[in-house]
């Protein structure tokens, strides 16, 4: 029997990258009917092919900085790339995969009345002055350089969510998403956490940019949908923006005796210039989001590496060579 149009769908763009993966992975398992749209510029199949033969999922290759026509009752905004290397390749197209993409997301979420949620990031705050880092804060970003593409991309998706609130009454959530790491990120995708356990597992050089003084916060993934979920699910009144990240801060070069430590490496340390611009701290607060949503973090950094170091020693002793995207 044909399906009908089911405005009860939920459409989660950027579906079949890291992050969008598990999400869609959460959604299933509540019950819902899922639509994953993706143009697999950094995401893959390979993330959703275990949903694929279920009736209520749907895969779509789309560019969100195309309009679609599509019947849903949620929309959870993730297209877009989230790694430096990957957000500069095509900067451009970053630009228009953020503000393009939330223009037509926006206005399906109108035509639709959906309710929708923007993944924006910690990088709205720039390089911050102010530690931790809380919502109320506008940030320092330099708008015209090599990370402009992506932050000030994400800080126009802001505004416009905001503008299509106050002029249109949507259900808005905007979450500001800090670091987060697991299981299905690419082990080429040159992320901090996917590099370093990739290097550890190979006894290869740890590249540190830098002096590995610079601080990151880093979120395991299963927490992080657990707030992207709350998020959504929170009252209408609630549109944040609200950080979501674990507020534990480590400097990168921490990070990288964790991972030799956990992994047993023999790697030694490798210094690489800092890349331009590279915000030099990051630690959220997180008051908005455990007061509101009643969320906070539960998996340790020691726990979520050992379950992403299982993860790449698994995929990486299944296949040989380089790990195209
Ligand atoms: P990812 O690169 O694995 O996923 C992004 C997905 O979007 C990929 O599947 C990619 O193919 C798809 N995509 C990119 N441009 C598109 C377009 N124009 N049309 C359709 N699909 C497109 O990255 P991720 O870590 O899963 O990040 C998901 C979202 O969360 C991104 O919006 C990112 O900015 C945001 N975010 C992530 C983090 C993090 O640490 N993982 C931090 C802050 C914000
Ligand atoms: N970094 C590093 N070595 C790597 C990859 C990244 O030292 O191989 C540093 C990078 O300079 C930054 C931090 O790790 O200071 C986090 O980088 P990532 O690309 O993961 O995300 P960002 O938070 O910068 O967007």
Redesign the pocket.
Known sequence: MARSLNSDQILVTGGAGFLGSHLCDRLMGLGFDVICLDNFFTGNRRNVAHLIDDKRFELIRHDVTVPVYLEVGEIYNLACAA???HYQFDPVQTTKSSVHGAINMLGLAKRTQAKILQASTS?VYGDPEVKPQHEGYWGRVNPIGPRACYDEGKRCAETLFFDYYRQYQLRIKVARIF?TYGPRMHPDD????S??IRQALRNEPI????D?S?T?SFCYVSDLIDGLVALMSSPDQFTGPVNLGNPGEFS?RELADKIIELTGSRSPIKQ?A??AD??TQ?QPDISMAKSGLGWEPKVSLDEGLRLTIDYFENLMSHQTGTYKL
Request: hydrophobic share 30%.
């Open positions: 790694s430096p290397v990088e670091n040159g992320r901090v956490v590099n370093f590249t540190i940019y830098g590995g610079q990151r990168i690489l800092l890349p590279d915000p990051r």
